[in-house]
């Protein structure tokens, strides 16, 4: 056995240790942060990513040194990923089922008589 | 009402803001008569997309046939959409939904008036959903570019929706127009009926109206009541005449310089007396919304106690 390099056990147990020192630190600290900008005045808030931070004030720092360095918005939202409800692509096919078959919701379906317009 | 108000340091800056086309977003400061002309305005809205349910779930049952049945029946809930965005929209303004739907039990807040008229026969849906559903856009393009942020973004979604709104009512008058004498007959007579309400839609003369000079100034209100109702008039006319309608005013007639159509004069005692609670169908549509409202209060109870019972839950987890 090599001395200097550690035992299996050694390295198994040491990335135990880390990855329960980086769930501590996150059930401790670290809360995900989903960010959303709004760009101009009367646009609506986009997401843009999301980041680390301790509670929503800090959130929002950050969200402000990572997502707007260079004018990007004029106000940002932060929202607690874990506050999030989310639909699921996979699901799409039963989730959105009830509605697609409705070709009558789109105006493009009623033929217009020559010459009428503005409808 | 514009003369009482008394300048706050922050008015000036609010009116800079609008006059720059800035949009007004729910936290920025806004003078109280802002919000309550906003609050006002689209609390209106909402209850005419709701109480406007009425007059079409009435043919619900009766359209005649199943594909005219499920257009309708996605309209109506469309609107019931509509009124939803609009809610929303005045509740970013600090007023909560059960205020709202009280002012409207109390008669305090208004709605379109032209849903107080009947839908006597199926022509009717037809002319609700070209005419009325067409003034209301004429409209709501405008406010699309309203100076508060939520209501303008409101009205983008609403008007993408609305061409079907009025795209299928004028297939209803069109088809209608192909048919038998009495179905011709039955189109024109709903033409008849609506035309002039459809036009009382955008409101007194603009010297005539209340809230117009206030809201024009916020940026409210960006076109006019009368050139809002020209440009209804020159369209609907063209659409009018292409399905073999006629238009019920006599003093109808294009003008050459103006470019636009001239047209008769609006009986304002009717709309004064339909705005006052007095039209055909004032107190029933009132009454159908307290019901509908009262009865489904074993509805809103039962979400509530559920509500409850999960928070308890997730405490007693926690």
Known sequence: MMPWLPSKRSVVSSALTLRNKWDRLMADHLQLFEVFIRSRRG????????????????????????????????????????????????????????????????????????????? | MADNIVALPNEEQFQARIDAEEKIEPKDWMPEKYRQNLIRQISQHAHSEVIGEQPEGNWITRAPTLERKAILLAKVQDEAGHGLYLYSAAETLGVTREELIDRLHKGVSKYASIFNYPSLTWADIGAIGWLVDSAAIVNQVSLQNTSYG????????????????????????????????????????????????????????????????QSMKWKIKRRTNDDLRQQYVDQAVQQAH????????????????????????????????????????????????????????????????????RRKQRADVA
């Open chain 2, 150 to 213: 939520p209501y303008a973004r409101a009205m983008v979604r609403i008007c993408k929706e609305e061409s079907f709104h009025q795209r299928q009512g004028y297939n209803i008058m069109m088809v209608l127009m192909q048919g038998s004498e009495e179905q011709r007959a039955m189109a024109q007579d709903a033409m008849n009926r609506w035309w002039w309400p459809a036009l009382m839609m955008f409101g007194p003369h603009d010297g005539e109206s209340a809230h117009s000079a």
């Open chain 2, 242 to 309: 292409a399905i073999g309608l006629t238009v019920p005013d006599l003093d109808l007639k294009w003008n050459e310089q103006r470019e636009h159509f001239d047209f008769g004069a609006i009986d304002w005692d009717e709309f004064q007396r339909v705005i006052a609670g007095n039209g055909p169908c004032n107190r029933q549509r009132l009454a159908h919304h307290i019901q509908a409202h009262e009865e489904g209060k074993w509805v809103r109870d039962a979400m509530a106690a559920f509500e409850a019972k």
């Open chain 1, 43 to 119: 646009l609506d808030h986009k997401h843009v990513g999301s980041l680390h931070a301790d509670d929503p004030e800090q959130a929002l720092e950050y969200a402000r040194d990572v997502y707007t360095r260079r004018g990007e918005g004029v106000s940002i939202w932060v929202v607690a990923s874990k506050d999030i409800t989310a639909s699921q692509e996979s699901d799409c096919d039963s989730f959105y089922d009830p509605l697609d078959d409705k070709p009558y919701r789109h105006a493009s379906m009623y033929e217009l008589p020559e010459g009428v317009d503005s409808l």
